[in-house]
């Protein structure tokens, strides 16, 4: 039962991540970009992107520790398929874009929007939904590796 746990829960972060990576990006920029001017839609975004974040930081230890886990319940690296190193590289490089964007670009938007300045806060929503396009295309494909990996 365990591993199923296990799996039940690394899946569900991962669902969570790049999900919402795309209800972001396809859906909630586009909206706020069509209705409202950049003095309502840059704070709206910062809280949104805050409440995400948050999530992201849950799911990010969740799948850490899950594949971890699934890992050593299987016997290690050695013993598990190429597609879950692939799985775990791709993931650790997911992890360090969200970080970068968590710790860098993200505080310079929240300090632009606290200082009204919708130039600055717009490009640094900017650089935020050219990493999350990157992130969303790189969580799609540890979706088709964890999906197709092991018939290769």
């Known amino acids: ?73 299987r016997g290690g690296f050695a013993r598990v398929h190429w597609s879950v190193h692939a799985m775990l590289a791709v993931g650790l490089v997911m992890m360090a874009l969200f970080l970068h964007v968590r710790f860098a670009p993200y505080p310079r938007l929240r300090r632009a929007v606290d200082a009204r300045d919708w130039p600055a806060a717009g490009a640094q929503l900017g650089t935020i939904r050219q990493l999350v396009a990157i992130n969303l295309g790189l969580g799609v494909g540890v979706f088709a590796l964890a999906v197709i990996g092991r018939a290769l």
């Not at 799996?7 to 972060?13: G, N």
């Not at 799948?63 to 971890?68: A, Y």
């Open 1 to 73: 039962m365990l591993p199923l746990l296990l799996l039940f829960l690394h899946l569900v972060a991962a669902a969570f991540w790049v999900g919402g990576m795309a209800v972001m990006h396809y859906a909630v920029r586009p909206a706020a970009v069509s209705t409202l001017e950049p003095p309502s839609r840059l704070p709206l975004m910062a809280q949104v992107l805050q409440r995400f974040f948050a999530g992201v930081s849950v799911a990010v230890a969740v799948l850490l520790v899950s594949g971890f886990w699934m890992i050593a319940l």
